[in-house]
C-alpha cells in the first residue's frame, strides 16, 4: 500500500523534527538543530533495516519517492514565496555582505574537497 | 463570475499552487528546450522564474512572502513553506547512499563550522567598512551574513535596535537568493559534481532554502547529501554567533 510509504516517510519527519528540537533546547539555542539529517539517517537506516525491507515493495516505496519527485515543483513554490524586495531594499551593505559571504563560501568548496579526499587516500 | 472563480481558488489555494507551479516548470521546461537548447536546467529557469514573480508581488502587495502574499496566490506560500519543504528533502534521502554521507565525515562537520565562522567574518568587515563600529551591531550583522534565521535570533539575545536586525534578515536574504542563482552558473568550476563535493557545499552555504533551490536546479541526485549538512548550519550559528563569535568582536574591539 501506497500509504505505508507515506506513513513511513512521516514518521521518520516527524521524529527527526522533534529530536532536532530538542537538540535545540539542550543546547539552548533558538532553533531545530539537523532535524532534518536526523530524519533522513532514520530513513536510510529503517529502509535498509530487513523487517522494513520485506516490507517496502515496489508499490509502497512510490509513496516515498512521489514526494521525493515533489521536491522541484515544491522548490519552484519556495522560490516564488521569498522575500525578494526585503533582499533588495535593504541597501548596499545588506546586498554587499549576503553577496560576498556566497562568494568566500564558494571559493572554499574546492579547498575543502580536496582537503577531505587527501585524507581519506 | 469572476467572483466565483476567485473564491473558488482562495477556498483551494494549496491545490492551486499545484496548477501554479506545473504552469511555470512546464513553461520554464519548454523554453529550457527551445532557447537555451538544453544548455540551462528547466528547474533553473523555473527558480528564477519564481523569483522574479516572488519580487513582483512584493511591490504589489508590500508583504514579505513574495507572490504568496496576493490571495489568489496564497498556496504557494504553503507548498513552499518550510513544512513540505523539509519533508520532500527528508524523502529524497531514499535511495541516498549511506557510504557516501560516511565517508565525508569529519570534513563535513568542519564545513559547518567553517562556514558559519567565514560568513560572519564577511559580514562584519562589510558592517565595518559601513561605519558600523559597535560590536552587537557587528556581529549582528555578521550573524545575518550566515542566513537570515541566525541573524534576528542573535539580535534579539544581544539586544540590536530594529533597523540593524532588519540589516541582517536583508543579507541573509540576499546570500539564500544568490545560492539558488549562483549554483548552477559555478557548479562546473568548482567541482561541484559529487555526494562528497555537495556535503562540503551544505556545510558551507548553510542557507536550508538556497541549498535545496541550488542543487535541484544543478543535480537533484546531490539534494540529499548537501541538505544532510545545511541542516545543521543555522543551528551551529545561533549557538555560536550571540556567545563565542560576538565574544570574539567585542574582545577584538577592546
Known sequence: MIVYGVALLAFCYLVGIYLGGLLGNLLGVDANVGGVGIAMLLLIGLAAWSPVKVQLEPITATGITFWSAMYIPIVIAMAAKQNVLGALSGGWMALLAGTLAVVASFLMIPVLARFGRHDHD | ???????????????????????????????????????????????????????????????????????????????????????????????????????????????????????????????????????????????????????????????????????SVAAGLTKSILVMVGTPLVAGRIGLDNPHAAMIYGGLMGTTSGVAAGLAATDPKLVPYGAMTATFYTGMGCLLAPSVLYFAVAWLLG
Not at chain 2, 499552487?17 to 528547466?42: D, P, Q
Not at chain 2, 496566490?73 to 554521507?101: K, N, P, Q, Y
Not at chain 2, 562584519?124 to 557587528?138: E, M, N, Q, R, T
Request: aromatic share 8%; with cysteine; hydrophobic share 55%.
Open chain 2, 1 to 167: 463570475m469572476i467572483e466565483t472563480l476567485v473564491a473558488t481558488i482562495e477556498a483551494n489555494a494549496l491545490i492551486a499552487a499545484f496548477v501554479y507551479v506545473g504552469l511555470i516548470l512546464g513553461i520554464s521546461n519548454w523554453c529550457a528546450r527551445k532557447i537555451t537548447h538544453g544548455r540551462i536546467h528547466g528547474s533553473a529557469i523555473a527558480i528564477v522564474v519564481g523569483l522574479l514573480l516572488a519580487y513582483i508581488g512584493g511591490i504589489v502587495t508590500g508583504g514579505t512572502k513574495g507572490l504568496a502574499d496576493i490571495a489568489v496566490f496564497s498556496g504557494m506560500a504553503v507548498l513552499g513553506g518550510a513544512m513540505f519543504r523539509d519533508f520532500a528533502i527528508v524523502a529524497t534521502a531514499f535511495g541516498a547512499e549511506l557510504s557516501a554521507l560516511k565517508e565525508t565525515g569529519w570534513v563535513g562537520a568542519f564545513s559547518v563550522v567553517l562556514g558559519v565562522v567565514l560568513s560572519f567574518v564577511v559580514g562584519v568587515l562589510v558592517a565595518i567598512g559601513f561605519g558600523y563600529s559597535d560590536p552587537i551591531s557587528l556581529t549582528t550583522i555578521g550573524a545575518g551574513a550566515a542566513t537570515y534565521i541566525v541573524g534576528p535570533v542573535t539580535g534579539t539575545a544581544l539586544g540590536a535596535s530594529s533597523d540593524v536586525v532588519a540589516l
